[in-house]
């Protein structure tokens, strides 16, 4: 494979962690992730902006303008992006005057230029934690006080692709500040657990929850007021992986629309 010979040879280094103090690859926290010995662009990214991430990244490991085009899709594939969608994403990118292909090249354009600074310019100023793996307990109290911090408002909207009983438990801190809490899932586990959890959960905590099932969920976020974040893994697996917890209220307006989108043709549970 063509990634096999990029992964060993000149752009390794970016995988490795030895430009690790490079300010370009700085600039790139919370748009790319670490997973253990990969990197992974943030899935509400777009194919065309991890297309332009790619290109940033190449351009300043070489100091050079112009990106290679195999070496642009080999990197775009690498951070988890389909085969098919880098050339969509780049005919979008050429259509919009972002870019412009020659001699199987890849340029920035100035639009394109200040689109990924922009982007992350974003980036510099949200807030970023981080729940580290090992253990679920401790994992689940570091999500304990980021939902006391930052949800201030009583409604809260959850897009989590598997719940169970474990989802609901972080949010009992929030007893007497939240009063209501809306679900869109996919799938429910230990569902007669969850059933009775549930019910005890409204009557102890003030806080009525309801769930609803949509097969398109797939991305996991929260919404309180004017706030959005992502979540790198479902609250239920916490302590399982190494994740983040995002900022991206940027966008919340669409999240929301999505949301409500889902929630009224989505199926009550139980």
């Known amino acids: ?17 030895e430009k690790m103090n490079d300010d370009a690859l700085l600039n790139l926290s919370g748009l790319i992730l670490k997973n253990f010995d990969r990197y992974v662009a943030r899935d509400d990214l777009s194919d065309t902006e991890v297309l332009l991430l790619t290109m940033y990244v190449l351009e300043n490991d070489v100091k050079k303008a112009g990106v290679v085009y195999d070496e642009s899709k080999d990197f775009f594939l690498s951070l988890g992006r389909k085969d098919n969608n880098f050339r ?7 259509a919009s005057g972002l870019v412009e292909v020659k001699e199987k090249k890849v340029f920035f354009l100035g639009k394109g230029l200040k689109f990924i600074q922009d982007l992350l310019g974003r980036t510099s100023k949200s807030k970023v934690f981080l729940v580290k793996s090992g253990s679920h307990f401790t994992a689940i109290k570091l999500f304990e006080e980021f939902l006391q911090n930052e949800m201030d408002k009583p409604e809260i909207r959850l897009s989590d692709p598997h719940i169970s009983p474990d ?14 809490l809306m679900i869109s899932t996919s799938k429910v586990y230990e569902e007669e657990k969850f059933k009775s959890y549930k019910d005890k959960f409204e009557k102890e905590t003030g806080i009525s929850i309801e769930v609803r099932i949509n097969f398109k969920i797939h991305d996991r976020w929260i919404i309180n007021g004017d706030k959005s974040w992502s979540i790198g893994t479902s609250i239920k697996d916490f302590g399982n992986k190494d994740t983040i917890i995002t900022d991206i209220s940027n966008v919340k307006d669409s999240l929301e629309d999505l949301f409500n989108e889902r929630w009224v043709s989505s199926k009550s549970y139980p």
């Open 88 to 94: 969509v994403a780049l005919h979008r990118a050429t």
């Open 167 to 180: 989802t609901l438990h972080p949010f009992s801190i929030l007893k007497g500040k939240a009063k209501k």
């Open 1 to 17: 494979m063509a990634f096999d010979k990029f992964w060993r040879a000149e752009h390794r280094k970016w995988f490795t962690g």
